[in-house]
């Protein structure tokens, strides 16, 4: 079963078909009260991928969810967001009763076409997070999400008429908005995990600059760099950006040219020795970031020691 290929969703209407439900009343949108789920899934994981986007907040689920290579159990209230495409994985736990509440939202990305939507949905970096990084939410935060689903939820279950769409793109627009609020919340409340996470690319980066065949394995990227410390490149951007103000990007650059100024400043190498010592396969590249973050050739400020 774990070799088998994911069960593909490709609409709603499919969804909801595989999940014992009524047919949804709108192709490309639907939200549903986990309370009402008739259907849980067996105690063998399934793995699944939905052609549209699903947003989950969930509590006392009785199940496991997989994405990536972390799991997580929902006992508690636990939001998270998958996108068109992402593979996850889902299974019951043993012995677990029907007892299950939340809400799930899915949308359609054909639902969003023509609207401002469209396009900024795809700027809320949560979506690429994974499932250890769900969003934990305060009751009050709870309370909040699942009125803005409770209301999607009434003006979707109403007579559909020209106003629908705007009114339940508006209140998603305000959930995705209060969601990023509360990420926000989470990187600086979660100040132990977070700040553990940050020593730890500290630690990695410096290990990196200091490996003597930093030359052959080249500049470190966000991905890798992420792979390491076993979180998303989104969501590890999101932490940076809210603990220092810098991307992953940015925060590496930084480090690089504390040790290119260490070096600059210390050893007689030339610039081009040091550019290929620091993994640029071009002197002039490592030039040009030098100047572009410092406002100083490399030369001129080796200059200035001297």
Known sequence: MANAQPLRIKSITEYHRVMGLPKPEHPLISVIDLGTLPYLPGNEPISLVFDFYSISVKKDFHAKIKYGQQEYDFDEGIMFFISPGQVFGIAAEKGAIAKRSGWMLFIHPDFLWNTPLAKTIKQYEYFSYSVHEALHLSDKEETMIINIMQNIHYEYHSNID???QDV???QLEL?????ERFYNRQFITRKITNHKILNRLEDILADYFNNEN???KGLPTVQSIAETLTVSPGYLSGLLKTLTGQSTQQFIHDKLLDKAKE???TTDLSVSEIA???GF???QSFSKLFKTKTKLSPLEFRASFN
């Open 175 to 179: 959930l995705l908005t209060y969601s």
């Open 162 to 164: 020209k106003f629908s």
């Open 168 to 170: 339940i793109i508006a």
């Open 214 to 216: 930093l030359a052959e």
């Open 276 to 278: 290929y010592a620091l």
């Open 281 to 283: 396969e071009h002197p």
């Open 263 to 265: 070096k600059l400043s």
